[in-house]
T-cell receptor, first 113, second 111 residues
Framework: NAGVTQTPKFQVLKTGQSMTLQCAQDMNHNSMYWYRQDPGMGLRLIYYSASEGTTDKGEVPNGYNVSRLNKREFSLRLESAAPSQTSVYFC????????????FGPGTRLTVT | SQQGEEDPQALSIQEGENATMNCSYK?????LQWYRQNSGRGLVHLIL?????REKHSGRLRVTLDTSKKSSSLLITASRAADTASYFCATGGFRDDKIIFGKGTRLHILP
């Protein structure tokens, strides 16, 4: 049981490049989330998917897109990376909504130069 | 905007002492959760307390919730070096599908 996995662990992009961060969970959870964590800012929600087939914006969605590929996988895409997107990105999943604990992946450290 | 706000932002105590962190929030909640994050790692869930509960224990952790004051506290008793980490509270609403994290308290246990 791997829990929540994220790839890649580290990435360096040049401004304007695109990339997709991958997230998968093997716990049969319904809801999945993408957060970014910046120094002194805590975790801020980018997008989430309450159930397969649905996605919703969080607090800081600009510059990002998501795809809930199936129940297991939830990807985050940066179409044209900007230095302001330098951050650590975490994926999380939960059995359902805000009434349950969240399980986090190990994170992806992204640097945009 | 962030719902929960932890206090203090940073805390250093001697090993063996108790550590107390507080979380205040603004709107009505269904539950409040506490998470730990070791440096460079993902968050790990510690404890969830529902709005109709006042206190909850898990090992050396004790969480209280006062909905009238919109605040919660996390007490870690008999601290150990391994407790050095950042601690975050997160609140869940009644109608939301998401929880909102505070900015965290950095706890440093001194040997």
């Amino acid at each position: 049981n791997a829990g929540v996995t994220q790839t890649p662990k580290f990435q360096v992009l040049k401004t304007g490049q695109s990339m997709t961060l991958q997230c998968a969970q093997d716990m049969n959870h319904n809801s999945m989330y993408w957060y970014r964590q910046d120094p002194g800012m805590g975790l801020r929600l980018i997008y989430y998917s309450a159930s397969e087939g649905t996605t919703d914006k969080g607090e800081v969605p600009n510059g990002y897109n998501v795809s809930r590929l199936n129940k297991r996988e939830f990807s985050l895409r940066l179409e044209s990376a900007a230095p302001s997107q330098t951050s650590v990105y975490f994926c999380a999943s939960t059995p359902g909504t805000a009434f349950y604990e969240q399980y986090f992946g190990p994170g992806t450290r992204l640097t945009v130069t | 905007s962030q719902q929960g706000e932890e206090d203090p932002q940073a805390l250093s105590i001697q090993e063996g002492e108790n550590a107390t962190m507080n979380c205040s929030y603004k709107t009505s909640i269904n539950n409040l959760q506490w998470y730990r994050q070791n440096s460079g790692r993902g968050l790990v869930h510690l404890i969830l307390i529902r709005s109709n509960e006042r206190e909850k224990h898990s090992g050396r952790l004790r969480v209280t919730l006062d909905t009238s004051k919109k605040s919660s506290s996390l007490l870690i008793t008999a601290s150990r070096a391994a407790d050095t980490a950042s601690y975050f509270c997160a609140t869940g609403g009644f109608r939301d599908d998401k929880i909102i994290f505070g900015k965290g308290t950095r706890l440093h246990i001194l040997p």
